[in-house]
């Protein structure tokens, strides 16, 4: 089942640097790696990807530069910055104190729904 | 949807059209690999590109999102003004190089002041140059050289200054200089002499810019019928609030009556 | 193709790019234009600095042709005309023009500091140590031009435009010219006072000597 796209909305920023946060990588490489994290069930619209990708450029989180690939094609390659780093702490911290919310109110949930 | 078309819809939305090149450089190579990615799972090459376009998603939203992120306005004034400035760059260019050219030639003087003296009769005064002798508005004064012939006695004096807005002192700055010497003689200025009507004058300052530089100016000073017991010539400019003075020692010392 | 794989520099990069270009190009053009000064009083004082002439109380001040700017100044026993110009048109670089500086006679009643002849031509100032001369008539000779009266004229012109001690006068245009800032002494004074009566008169220059029509 395809996970609905609504609730990770907001936290595509938070995506795009984690996958950042390991290593440099070009725009295709990042959907790919999302792809084979979430075992292929996950599929983001790959063109929201570049908005996000300049928009957090522009805030100075992440750099772009050029590289030469094998193949002789020119890649972007997009890195993460010290300010990105800390806007991904600020990120997943965030992230974390919204789904510890978000499961203890459906851990009160299940216990009201399950038969007592 | 072609790769190309779809570049070309999505750049439609982006109205900062300088953007347009780099969007469709940085898309169609992410289209590039989403195909060959999907070719080498052994999907011919018409129904990747389609799977690949499709999976980009609504060109319309990712035209609209991107069109957000780049500000026509401030992006064209940015690329106007890099415009005009490489313009001026480049039409001053010549002007540039000759102007630094001609101010380089003015930090070497055409003569070197040593020459000076040649240009005198008389004996050299000992004890010069005495530097710093005095300072005035942004100028040192030194005095570099000097000669006594008889009863004419003729000083080379230097005004040193840092700032460009003080080059070229005036000859006229010396309009009031007086003279007096540790004797009591009277010396009338030539500038005096003439506001008054007179024929005689006894101290004249002159500059013929020889050995002149950026920094630095050379004025000779020229008195006359000084008398043999004279030891000291006392220099005053009075023209300016705070008058200021300097000794010229006629037999060596250090110029202090 | 080559122009679209430049190397990505960031927005700041490219900002401080760009202004380190106007930066360098204002020096440059700064030092080409061979270091003006940035403010009118600024010419003013270097002008004074240069001439060895020191803070002065500003008398008046005036306008000539092509945006030159005068100052009549007095400081000790000195009176000064200056003059700066502004540097291509502008109003904001100028440059120190001419000074000329004139021993006060405090004798006299009244002592006469023509201005430039070039850029304001025909303007006359004369400082009154008087303070009961209210109205100033100077007489000086003039060639007129062609048109007008043939050969030499005696010209007078008189102005009650007193600021701080100093008066101004202007001679109309076509006199204006023959007036020789040089030869002060061509110069005839007479002030006058509220009613009218002469109050002085400066010694006769040369020329009045000769026969007038």
């Given amino acids: 089942m395809k996970q609905s796209n609504n609730l990770l909305a907001g936290s595509t920023t938070l995506l795009v640097l984690s996958l950042l946060a390991p290593g440099d990588k070009y725009g295709y490489e990042m959907i790919a790696a999302l792809e084979e994290k979430s075992d292929h069930t996950f599929t983001l619209k790959e063109g929201t990807l570049y908005p996000i990708l300049h928009s957090l450029e522009k805030e100075g989180a992440v750099s772009a530069y050029e590289k030469e690939a094998p193949s002789g094609r020119k890649r972007k390659y ?6 990105g780093r800390r806007l991904l702490e600020e990120k997943r911290s965030e992230w974390q104190s919204f789904s510890k919310l978000v499961n203890a109110i459906v851990a009160e949930g299940e216990g009201l729904l399950s038969p007592v | 949807m072609t790769i190309p078309d779809y570049c070309a819809a ?8 300088p953007d347009h090149a780099a969007i469709t ?43 957000a992120l780049h500000s026509p306005l401030l992006g064209w004034v940015q690329i106007w003004v890099r415009r005009v400035l490489v ?19 003015t930090f070497v003087p055409q003569e070197h002041p040593a020459q000076w003296q040649s240009t005198q009769t008389g004996e050299a005064l000992p004890g010069l140059p005495i530097r710093n002798a005095a300072k005035h508005s942004g100028y040192t004064l030194s005095l570099w050289d000097g000669v006594r012939d008889g ?7 230097r005004l040193e200054h840092f700032s460009p807005w003080l080059r070229s002192p005036s000859e ?5 200089l007086t003279v007096t010497d540790n004797v009591g003689s009277t010396y009338i200025n030539w500038a005096t002499a003439q506001e008054a009507h007179l024929e005689e004058f006894q101290v004249y300052a002159s ?29 005053t400019l009075a023209q300016s609030g705070e008058p200021f003075s300097f000794s010229l020692p006629l037999n060596g010392g250090d110029g202090h009556a | ?43 003013f004082s270097a002008l004074e600095d240069r001439n060895f002439y020191g803070n002065g109380q500003v008398l008046r001040t005036l306008e000539g042709n092509y945006g030159h700017q005068y100052r009549i100044t007095r400081a000790g026993d000195c009176y000064a005309w200056e003059q700066v110009w502004p540097v291509l048109f502008s109003r904001i670089l100028w440059q120190p023009g001419q000074m000329e500086v004139i021993s006060d006679d405090p004798e006299a009643p009244l002592v006469a500091l023509p201005v430039d002849p070039d850029f304001l031509p025909g303007v006359v100032a004369v400082v009154s140590h008087d303070a009961s001369i209210v109205t100033v008539e100077v007489t000086y000779p003039a060639l007129c031009r062609p048109g007008g009266p043939e050969g030499w004229q005696k010209v007078t012109i008189s102005s009650a435009d007193c600021v701080n001690n100093c008066l101004l006068l202007r001679a109309p245009e076509e006199e204006a010219a023959q007036l020789d800032h040089q030869a002060m002494d061509a110069l005839s004074l007479t002030g006058y006072d509220a009613a009218g009566a002469v109050v002085w008169r400066s010694p006769q220059p040369d020329w009045s000597l000769y026969g007038w029509n």
Avoid at chain 2, 172 to 176: E, G, R, T
């Fill in chain 2, 87 to 105: 313009l001026c760059a480049v039409l001053m260019l010549l002007p540039a190089l000759t102007g630094l050219w001609t101010l380089s030639k």
């Fill in chain 1, 78 to 83: 997009y890195a993460i910055t010290p300010r």
């Fill in chain 2, 207 to 235: 500059s013929n810019g020889r050995y002149d530089t950026f920094f630095s100016t050379y004025f000779t000073l020229t008195v006359y019928n000084v008398p043999p017991e004279a030891d000291i010539l006392t220099f």
């Fill in chain 2, 172 to 176: 006229w700055a010396f309009q009031s």
């Fill in chain 2, 25 to 67: 450089a940085e898309l169609t190579a992410h289209l590039e690999d989403a195909v060959g990615a999907r070719e080498s799972r052994g999907v011919p090459h018409e129904q990747a590109v389609v799977q690949a376009v499709d999976a980009m998603g609504d060109p319309a939203e990712v035209g609209k999102a991107l069109d």
């Fill in chain 3, 1 to 43: 193709m080559r122009k679209f794989f430049r190397k990505q520099r960031t927005q700041g990069q490219k900002l401080r790019r760009d202004l380190l270009l106007l930066l360098l190009l204002a020096v440059l053009g700064w030092v080409l234009l061979d270091f003006p000064c940035f403010t009118r009083n600024q010419a």
């Fill in chain 2, 10 to 17: 999505v750049c439609r939305f982006v109205r900062f059209s």
């Fill in chain 2, 151 to 157: 009863d004419t006695v003729a000083l080379l004096v």
